[in-house]
């Protein structure tokens, strides 16, 4: 398996070398002539911050983009990666900013999805699943194979995506922002499993804009700023200091935070909320907590032990059980997410490109997702032609400068509602998604 891959390349000699690669999007330098490579074994970070390039660097490689110039050689050979089947078949695994799995599927379906079976055009689904339980067991990735996706944690899809290489057999995976949806115990348990996978002879570029875990992590750090590449430095080497400077281009002053205490009235209150998770088990307990005014309430703890279903019965989505729900002294519990919006309460959900965003609207059509009945954007049924004008000009810009440029030419494909399309490249090289809104910073 994985184990033996890397053995196979001499000693020291890079598993990937990456020369003078460019890549041009309309109006953007997203690569200029970037070099990068990896040594067997290591772990190298890809540093930079929004916008840097990194994703787009490491799309290249996995043969989602063809460059518009530079070379890609795999093990000292000349490699052309037309296609992320063809980058699977060279031993390289990307996993994505945002999962590609099939929510609809189980795990072990979505394991064999695309993999060709020995026995045929029927894929052994049994032997996959004990191939996963074998590899759960070796790296600490615990996961069940007959769970659906849909029903999993975003950790835990995260555990699929990483089995679902290791069941490739790739030796050099690329995570792109992989902590950016994890609690930090489970950046703790996925450090542990990428160190177990390094020590078996894989290789990872660990694509980051956080440099207290690239520091922890890596081997060697590439710093990359405007889609150029500004350094490698050694990970020993690295420091705090250098490495923010280099990935902004000056020194940054130090910002003092001081929490403002004051706290008033109760705006959020539950008492005993009782809620029931998709497995059909109490996932929620008698939970009573109180949010008042000014105030930031945390809530901790690992993923799947009911925080998702928490969030979804405050605000309207799931049902509650038993217990009781208040936002500003109103009772709202069993309302549907409509009354409880009128009621005060927004909701930003934990995985925005799913539950939140359609990625290939625009910005302005996002924003008038939840109201799209008001007569000001929608006439008998109808949206109207321009509902950005009677938005709200200064939302709009607002929404419009967050996502880097004003709104896009509007795609004629209607159906609010609808699931977004599986994000990929060609999505958003049609159309620019609405970025800073769905990533948390
Ligand atoms: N498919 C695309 N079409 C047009 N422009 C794109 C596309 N993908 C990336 N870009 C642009 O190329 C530049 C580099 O983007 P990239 O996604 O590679 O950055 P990144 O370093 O991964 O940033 P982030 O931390 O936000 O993920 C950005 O200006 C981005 O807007
Ligand atoms: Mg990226």
Sequence with gaps: MTASTPGSATAGQAVLEMRGITMRFPGVLANDHVDFDVAPGEIHALFGENGAGKSTLMRVLYGLYQPDGGEIRLRGEPATITSPAAAIQQGLGMIHQHFMLVQTLTVAENVALGVKSARGPLTDLGRVSSRIRELSRTYGLEVDPDAYIWQLSVGERQRVEIIKALYREVSLLVLDEPTAVLTPQEVRDLFGVLKQLVANGMSLVFISHKVNEVLELSDRITVLRAGRKIATVAGRDATRDLLTQMMVGREIAAVEVRPDTHA??????????????????????????????????????????????????????????????????????????????????????????????????????????????????????????????????????????????????????????????????????????????????
């Design 264 to 441: 008033g009235q109760a705006m959020l209150a539950i008492r005993d909320l009782r809620v029931i998770g998709d497995r059909g088990a109490e996932a929620v307990r008698r939970l009573s907590l109180e949010v008042r005014s000014g105030e930031i309430v945390g809530i901790a703890g690992v993923s799947g032990n009911g925080q998702r279903e928490l969030a979804e019965a405050v605000a309207g989505l799931r049902q509650v059980a038993g217990g009781r729900v208040e936002i500003a002294g109103a009772g709202v519990t069993g309302l549907r997410p409509s009354g409880i919006r009128k009621a005060g309460l927004a909701y930003v959900p934990e995985e925005r490109m799913r539950d939140a965003l359609i990625g290939d609207f625009t910005v302005a059509e996002n924003l008038i997702l939840v109201g799209s009945a008001d007569p000001a954007y929608s006439h008998w049924g109808f949206l109207r032609e321009h509902p950005e004008a009677h938005h709200g000009p200064r939302t709009v810009r607002l929404a419009a400068g967050a996502a880097g440029g004003p709104a896009h030419p509007r795609h004629r494909r209607r159906g609010v509602g609808a699931h977004p399309p599986a994000p990929g490249p060609p999505a958003r090289q049609r159309h620019r998604g609405p970025r800073h809104l769905r990533r948390p910073r």
